[in-house]
């Protein structure tokens, strides 16, 4: 069992930036594949980014070239950099380890971006 836990959410005004943070249990990290996802109100849920193993990035278009995916093996941790922040950005944002062909999720961080 993979334990995920997100932060780094909040309110921004449009324009803004933010960061979130994902830290996800074990000692086999650096295999892990790692996604954030994100669920608009009344609405499905989305991919926004995701990075391999091997460091390899693919962002969904609405955010390509406004968000980054990074990871630190040491520290268990993959990171979010939100820039040049839209109100369509609004919505809870999901961390995904994926491990042995099974996701693991954390519990979500909202992120408001007002107008």
């Known amino acids: 069992q993979v334990q995920v836990v997100e932060s780094g959410g909040g309110l921004v005004q449009a324009g803004g930036s933010l960061r979130l943070s994902c830290v996800a249990s074990g000692n086999m990290f650096s295999i892990y594949g790692m996604g954030w996802y994100r669920q608009a109100p009344g609405k499905q849920r989305e991919l926004v980014a995701v990075i391999t193993p091997g460091g390899t990035t693919n962002y969904d278009d609405s955010v390509n070239g406004r968000f980054s995916i990074s990871r630190d093996n040491a520290k268990n941790t993959v990171y979010l950099q939100m820039n040049s922040l839209k109100p369509d950005d609004t919505a809870v944002y999901y961390c995904?380890?994926?491990?042995?062909?099974?996701?693991?999720w954390g519990q979500g961080t909202q992120v408001t971006v007002s107008y």
């Open positions: 995904s380890a994926n491990y042995r062909a099974n996701n693991y």
